[in-house]
């Protein structure tokens, strides 16, 4: 097996190596990467390693940043010393999640989780539930309802249900509301997934969260991999893709 740890602290990633180690001499780790740059530049140039570590506080931000810049098609087992952080990490379609001090029972546990996701189509269904159910819990708090919003010097605020939909383009985040509008928003879309309310929008890639009444049509393209149709178009008109791991998300999240 072939992984690659992103953490910023050397002591840490050592000892997550040692214990790897100890759990399966047969693992490679192929690289320790310290930084969401570093991770992003080594994830463009190589090939998906069969299993990412990764930590969620970086030295340069939050590692959610990662999935807005590079596609991650590999599992991931996040790594944190906060278990609030358990729900957006599943979120990413995680294999799990390990809590600091980094124990071998828990590696472990989710390199045998990991096994179970090749076997089949079904430990990966059961993930998607209880994603779906988190997000359902975790729906009565309180989430961000008005966005400042600007476009030149021109700055107003938004409620969520004026929202379409957010768009990354290259590093800006846009905004556009039901009628086309289009504004700027200073965050990331990573930061923009974490202050929404998860019943009315959903993270469809790593370009676009969309409202649920933005969605004006899905379609299979094949037994798991979705197309979406967003109300109003979106300006350069690029079909909107799901991948496999998030369509039984999406599906999940739009059922009544």
Do not use: C
């Not at 969520?160 to 879309?189: C, E, H, P, Q, W």
Request: cysteine-free.
């Amino acid at each position: 097996m072939k992984v690659i740890i992103i953490e910023d602290e050397p002591l840490q990633a050592k000892q997550l190596q040692k214990v790897l180690k100890r759990v399966d001499e047969s693992i490679e780790v192929l690289a320790v990467l310290e930084s969401i740059d570093d991770s992003v530049s080594w994830l463009s140039a190589h090939a998906t390693p069969d299993l990412i570590f990764m930590d969620i506080h970086l030295g340069d931000g939050n590692s959610f940043a990662i999935f807005d810049r590079v596609d991650v098609s590999a599992p991931v087992v996040f790594t944190t010393a906060y278990d609030e952080y358990a729900l957006k990490a599943f979120s990413h379609f995680s294999v799990d999640y390990l809590l600091k001090p980094i124990e071998e029972a828990g590696v472990a546990r989710s390199l045998e989780k990991f096994r179970r996701m090749q076997g089949g189509g079904a430990e990966i269904s059961s993930l998607a539930q209880r994603v779906a159910e988190m997000l359902t819990s975790a729906s009565g708090k309180k989430a961000k309802e008005r966005f400042m919003v600007s476009i030149g010097a021109k700055i107003k605020s938004l409620r969520d249900d004026d929202i379409a939909y957010f768009m990354a383009d290259d590093k800006l985040l846009m905004v556009f509301d039901r009628s086309g509008g289009r504004y700027f928003y200073n965050a990331t879309l990573a930061e923009v997934e974490a202050m929404v309310n998860p019943t009315k929008f959903f993270r469809l890639n790593r370009k676009f969260i969309a409202h649920i009444d933005s969605i004006a049509e899905v379609l299979s393209l094949s037994k798991s991999r979705l197309k979406v149709v967003l109300k109003p178009t979106p300006p350069d008109s690029d079909d909107i893709y799901v991948s496999a791991e998030r369509s039984a998300l999406l599906k999940n999240w739009m059922e009544p």
